[in-house]
């Protein structure tokens, strides 16, 4: 029962990088990250197995997962430069330029982003790359057991505690991403662990649980926002928050307020909402200023304009894109 939850945390993207609320969007980033770790390291262990028809059948399709959409995403920003002017679309956004540069294409083209490069066509993708490196770390063994999982846990804790005092990167870099994927890591294999210590009998747990947790994650978000210089602090409990998210959501099968059909398919709006929320808010905001109203990025207003005109590109995306990739990647599993 993990689907309506990504799309939330695609939602707080949307909240930070078009209506301009503060942080909502790295609290996401670092949550969407423990998922990925947690999920990846389960089908690797339950479907692909570590054989190398296994590792490359993984990797496959991780591969058709995050391109075609991927590229789709990078053409309807080409074609918005092409039909608004770059100067236009620069101005709106840094990184959403003509990759003139053979360099700026093939790292467009291959999603090589390790230094938040200027020329980005879908700006948010710097956190697929960090996704990626992680993907085939994972397929190479990072998780493949328990004790293997867990001192990389503790490895990354170390960089951050070090992180912390030498002012190195927390939050951009493969070696700042590494603690959320590796708890996500260990949460699988001690995930029943958790939630004993946590909540006694995993049999009882409320239906309305992971709604409490919600709501324990917006205070805490908001403690931070008031108390700015302590924001870092709660950044590091929003992940703790987000771990017991993990196992409790996990735990489910069905939720009387959401089955497991419906979060299945409110879940797959996540990926396109975050490929192309920039894109969508763009048209919106351009079309707005073309009717006479005085609107720019970031903007609480555009955001909720932005909402169900992006909710509506992702569905159609879906439709036209994932779904017939979604066949093509059944298919490389029922071959294993």
């Known amino acids: 029962m993990l689907g309506f939850y990504r799309t939330f945390l695609a939602l707080m993207v949307v909240a930070l990088h078009i209506g301009g609320i503060p942080w909502l969007g790295g609290y996401a980033v670092f949550a969407f990250y423990m998922l990925s770790g947690y999920l990846m390291t389960m089908i690797m262990q339950r ?4 054989s190398v028809a296994g590792v490359g059948a993984y990797l496959l399709n991780r591969f058709l997962r995050i391109y075609p959409l991927y590229w789709v995403a990078g053409l309807i920003t080409l074609a918005l ?11 709106y956004h840094k990184a959403m330029l003509y990759p003139t540069a053979w360099t700026d294409i093939i790292k467009n083209v291959f999603l090589l982003f390790p ?22 770390l994972i397929a190479l063994g990072l998780s493949k057991h328990a004790k293997i999982a867990m001192i990389w846990l503790v490895l990354s804790v170390t960089y ?19 603690l ?31 709604l409490l947790l919600l709501l324990l994650m917006a205070i805490n978000w908001y403690i931070g926002f008031l108390l700015t210089r302590s924001h870092e602090l709660f950044f590091y409990t929003n992940i703790v928050l987000c771990a017991l998210m993990l ?12 089955s497991k059909k419906a979060d299945a398919y409110w879940g797959d709006f996540s990926y396109p909402i975050y490929l192309v929320h920039y894109q969508v808010a763009l048209l919106v905001m351009y079309m707005a200023q073309q009717s006479g109203w005085d609107i720019s990025r970031p903007s609480i207003t555009l955001m909720w304009l932005t909402i169900p005109a992006v909710f509506l590109v992702a569905w159609l995306l879906m439709i036209w894109v994932e779904r017939p990739i979604e066949r093509l990647r059944t298919r490389v599993k029922e071959k294993l």
């Open 180 to 210: 959320p994927f590796a708890l996500g890591s260990v949460l699988y294999f001690y995930r029943d662990k958790v939630l004993q210590k946590c909540f006694g009998s995993t049999q009882n747990l409320s239906p309305y649980l992971p």
């Open 47 to 50: 479907t692909y197995g570590y």
């Open 160 to 178: 951050h505690g070090v992180a912390w005092f030498a002012g190195w990167d927390r939050y951009f870099s493969v070696f700042a991403a590494s």
């Open 247 to 258: 196992v409790v959501l996990s735990s489910y099968k069905s939720l009387p307020w959401l």
């Open 115 to 136: 230094n938040l490069e200027t020329v980005r066509l879908v700006p948010p993708s710097w956190a697929l790359t960090v996704e990626l490196c992680f993907y085939v």
């Open 81 to 91: 430069i092409y039909s608004l002017g770059e100067a236009y679309v620069s101005t």
